[in-house]
């Protein structure tokens, strides 16, 4: 009964961490009123760029700058600035779909996350290999949840809710894998413990 309990607890904290996430990702940021959300990737600028009509009709975009400041730009301004921006670009940054150092971080972040999600499956190739026999070992487990942990702070940023509800709901999965794995050493010297008493 207790065990029902706690897998009824985890499955309701992944809900509300879902649920935190969506909101995080839907959240407007200065959204003009009815104007569209688009993404656009700006040197020293938020990737959100909001497309909307001024109160004469006329098409406008607004711009984050890094620093807060908001930039309203006509749409020919618009265009200048996101052809000069695409042309100072560095291959690098082009194929990595950024646009400033911080970017490059993230992406750092989101690379060793799946380095350490795709290694996972190594080890546990190599550990059953050595035994002959199908082992998920405990080090899959962690390789595991630190992976989806990166991988899951790299999905918000990218503003990725694909990404983000699969490593959200795979980290509760590993976590409760590394619980019943230290939960099973205690059970088992408890049982051992009882079985040397004296009756």
């Keep these: 009964m207790r065990r029902r309990w706690l897998v009824l607890l985890e499955l309701l904290a992944l809900l509300a961490v879902l649920a935190w996430v969506g909101m995080t990702l839907a959240a407007p940021t200065g959204k003009p009123p009815g104007a569209i959300d688009l993404k656009v990737q700006l040197a020293h600028a938020d990737d959100r760029v909001f497309l909307f009509a001024d109160e004469h009709g006329e098409p406008r975009y607004q711009i984050?700058?890094?620093?807060?400041?908001?930039?309203?730009l006509t749409p020919d301004e618009f265009a200048r600035l996101v052809c000069r921006d695409?042309?100072?670009?560095?291959?690098?940054?082009?194929?990595?779909?950024?646009?400033?150092?911080?970017?490059?971080?993230?992406?750092?972040?989101?690379?060793?996350?799946?380095?350490?999600?795709?290694?996972?499956?190594?080890?546990?190739?190599?550990?059953?290999?050595?035994?002959?026999?199908?082992?998920?070992p405990p080090v899959f487990w962690w390789m595991s949840l630190c992976g989806?942990?990166?991988?899951?702070?790299?999905?918000?940023?990218?503003?990725?809710?694909?990404?983000?509800?699969?490593?959200?709901?795979?980290?509760?999965?590993?976590?409760?894998?590394?619980?019943l794995i230290h939960r099973r050493p205690a059970a088992a010297t408890a049982a051992s413990a009882d079985a040397t008493l004296p009756l």
Excluded: C, H
Aim: charge should be positive.
């Design 64 to 72: 984050r700058r890094d620093d807060g400041a908001q930039q309203v």
């Design 148 to 179: 989806a942990s990166m991988l899951l702070v790299y999905f918000v940023w990218r503003r990725d809710p694909i990404g983000v509800l699969g490593q959200a709901t795979g980290w509760f999965v590993y976590v409760r894998n590394l619980w």
């Design 86 to 136: 695409q042309r100072s670009r560095g291959v690098l940054e082009v194929l990595l779909n950024v646009s400033s150092p911080v970017g490059f971080v993230w992406v750092t972040l989101g690379f060793l996350g799946q380095v350490l999600f795709t290694g996972r499956m190594l080890v546990q190739w190599l550990v059953s290999e050595k035994q002959r026999r199908s082992v998920v």
